[in-house]
């Protein structure tokens, strides 16, 4: 009896460890953003190969990246949820904050009503603030930082440049571009009150294909800087635009080093472009950078797959579901509240009280390959990214405002 019950428990422990880890990711596939949402894929893709390569033959287990399509649009986000759903996976990713404002309140009413389904939401890039305050819940973490702590790192940037005094504000009409115009104006007064705010342009979301006319209402204007949040097609193009009429501005970008947006440029954002970002290949160690030239190669891709975002957002959960010893939400959870994270970047965490990924940020200049510090180009463009400022996390903690209910442990 005591044989038979023994070998039955190493059976249950093996299934149990060969298990495998799915995690949707449910992304913009197709459609106007699809360049954008292919390379993120590519990025989970390769995070969780290196998460399993490192953990090597003490946890059989798997990690496999499930691709949902959203077309880049909250409703066809909810009917990839409830296929992601129906095929019992614990664990969705997204982008995009209108995307994931619409998931994480259907999962949130999903795990109420199903308490025996639960499933978590680990946003790797959404901007509005909302998502880990006023809106915040148990079920949903944030692995980037939110919009009004990257507008305070690049005001904070902007407000040290002399020669910036009248900055033209251009976003994309959705969640994200209103808190980041909202932000600017908020932080440049305060910080700077000699700045003045010249233009605030709001603009549907990839749906301006010609950004001619708001190039000349920028000249018009007198503005030697643009703010924005733009990204993907709706950035390149306005480059683009303003390159080709001989726009002489800066271009401040809160997301201007996210995979796919240099691909169609080309020199045209040289000396130009100033963005944020949580890491890059040029920071990177000699290991890193092996590494990341290694995944480019191996899936094809145009950026250098230094995505800091979906690395977290794998390999934090890798941990979770070994700190917990369970792959079952709830613990996962809670394993993930707190939790330390190193990366490649720098200490960062997971604020336990809001689910906020706290971690250092970049602020970079995009110019020629082959300069000091920068090795390697982003999407064939002859240019690349080299740090101007890194701010760590410590130094970038926003207020609490975040009040949830969390269910027994």
Same mark, same amino acid.
């Given at each position: 009896?005591?044989?038979?019950?023994?070998?039955?428990? +190493?059976?249950?422990?093996?299934?149990?460890?060969?298990?495998?880890?799915?995690?949707?990711?449910?992304?913009?596939?197709?459609?106007?953003?699809?360049?954008?949402?292919?390379?993120? #894929?590519?990025?989970?893709?390769?995070?969780?190969? *290196?998460?399993?390569?490192?953990?090597?033959?003490?946890?059989?287990?798997?990690?496999?990246?499930? %691709?949902?399509?959203?077309?880049?649009?909250?409703?066809?986000?909810?009917?990839?949820?409830?296929?992601?759903?129906?095929?019992?996976?614990?664990?969705?990713?997204?982008?995009?904050?209108?995307?994931?404002?619409?998931?994480? @309140?259907? +999962?949130?009413?999903?795990?109420?009503?199903?308490?025996?389904?639960?499933?978590?939401?680990?946003?790797?890039?959404?901007?509005?603030?909302?998502?880990?305050?006023?809106?915040?819940?148990?079920?949903?973490?944030?692995?980037?930082?939110? *919009?009004? *702590?990257?507008?305070?790192?690049?005001?904070?940037?902007?407000?040290? #440049? %002399?020669?910036?005094?009248?900055?033209?504000?251009?976003? #994309?009409?959705?969640?994200?571009?209103? $808190?980041?115009?909202?932000?600017?104006?908020?932080?440049?007064?305060?910080?700077?009150? &000699?700045?003045?705010?010249?233009?605030?342009?709001?603009?549907? +979301?990839?749906?301006?294909?010609?950004?001619?006319?708001?190039?000349?209402?920028?000249?018009?204007?007198?503005?030697?800087?643009?703010?924005?949040?733009?990204?993907?097609?709706?950035?390149?193009?306005?480059?683009?635009?303003?390159?080709?009429? &001989?726009?002489?501005?800066?271009?401040?970008?809160?997301?201007?080093?996210?995979?796919?947006?240099?691909?169609?440029? &080309?020199?045209?954002?040289?000396?130009?472009?100033?963005?944020?970002?949580?890491?890059?290949?040029?920071?990177?160690?000699?290991?890193?950078? $092996?590494?990341?030239?290694?995944?480019?190669?191996?899936?094809?891709?145009?950026?250098?797959?230094?995505?800091?975002?979906?690395?977290?957002?794998?390999? *934090?959960?890798?941990?979770?579901?070994?700190?917990?010893?369970?792959?079952?939400?709830?613990?996962?959870?809670?394993?993930?509240?707190?939790?330390?994270?190193?990366?490649?970047? &720098?200490?960062?965490?997971?604020?336990?009280?809001?689910? #906020?990924?706290?971690?250092?940020?970049?602020?970079?200049? +995009? %110019?020629?390959?082959?300069?000091?510090?920068?090795?390697?180009?982003? @999407?064939?463009?002859?240019?690349?990214?080299?740090?101007?400022?890194?701010?760590?996390?410590?130094?970038?903690?926003?207020?609490?405002?975040?009040?949830?209910?969390?269910?027994?442990?």
């Amino acid at each position: 009896r005591f044989l038979v019950g023994t070998a039955l428990l +190493l059976q249950l422990d093996f299934a149990w460890s060969a298990e495998t880890i799915r995690i949707a990711y449910i992304g913009a596939i197709s459609g106007p953003s699809a360049l954008v949402g292919e390379e993120v #894929q590519k990025q989970f893709l390769a995070a969780a190969n *290196m998460v399993d390569a490192r953990r090597g033959t003490s946890d059989a287990r798997q990690i496999e990246i499930v %691709t949902f399509d959203n077309l880049g649009n909250p409703q066809d986000s909810l009917i990839a949820l409830k296929r992601v759903i129906d095929q019992g996976i614990q664990f969705v990713t997204i982008g995009r904050s209108n995307n994931a404002l619409a998931v994480s @309140d259907a +999962l949130q009413k999903h795990n109420e009503r199903n308490p025996d389904h639960r499933v978590l939401l680990l946003v790797y890039e959404a901007g509005d603030p909302v998502l880990t305050e006023s809106k915040c819940n148990f079920w949903t973490f944030r692995f980037n930082g939110h *919009m009004d *702590m990257n507008v305070n790192v690049l005001t904070d940037y902007i407000a040290k #440049q %002399t020669d910036v005094r009248k900055v033209y504000l251009i976003n #994309q009409d959705y969640a994200f571009g209103q $808190s980041a115009s909202r932000a600017a104006k908020e932080l440049l007064s305060r910080k700077r009150p &000699g700045i003045r705010i010249v233009g605030d342009d709001l603009v549907p +979301l990839f749906k301006i294909k010609d950004f001619a006319p708001y190039v000349n209402k920028i000249r018009v204007s007198g503005a030697d800087s643009v703010l924005t949040s733009n990204w993907g097609n709706d950035l390149s193009l306005l480059v683009k635009a303003g390159s080709e009429s &001989g726009l002489n501005v800066t271009y401040f970008t809160v997301i201007g080093a996210s995979p796919g947006t240099w691909a169609t440029v &080309g020199a045209a954002g040289g000396e130009r472009v100033r963005s944020l970002d949580s890491w890059h290949v040029n920071a990177a160690d000699s290991a890193w950078e $092996s590494r990341l030239m290694g995944y480019k190669a191996r899936y094809k891709s145009n950026g250098n797959m230094d995505y800091l975002p979906p690395m977290r957002v794998v390999d *934090m959960l890798a941990m979770a579901v070994n700190k917990s010893g369970s792959t079952d939400p709830v613990k996962v959870a809670y394993a993930l509240e707190g939790m330390r994270y190193t990366g490649p970047s &720098g200490d960062s965490w997971m604020r336990a009280e809001d689910h #906020q990924m706290m971690g250092p940020v970049y602020v970079l200049k +995009l %110019t020629k390959v082959g300069q000091p510090g920068v090795r390697h180009d982003v @999407d064939g463009s002859g240019l690349g990214w080299k740090t101007e400022v890194l701010i760590e996390a410590k130094d970038i903690i926003p207020p609490m405002k975040c009040s949830m209910e969390r269910p027994p442990k």
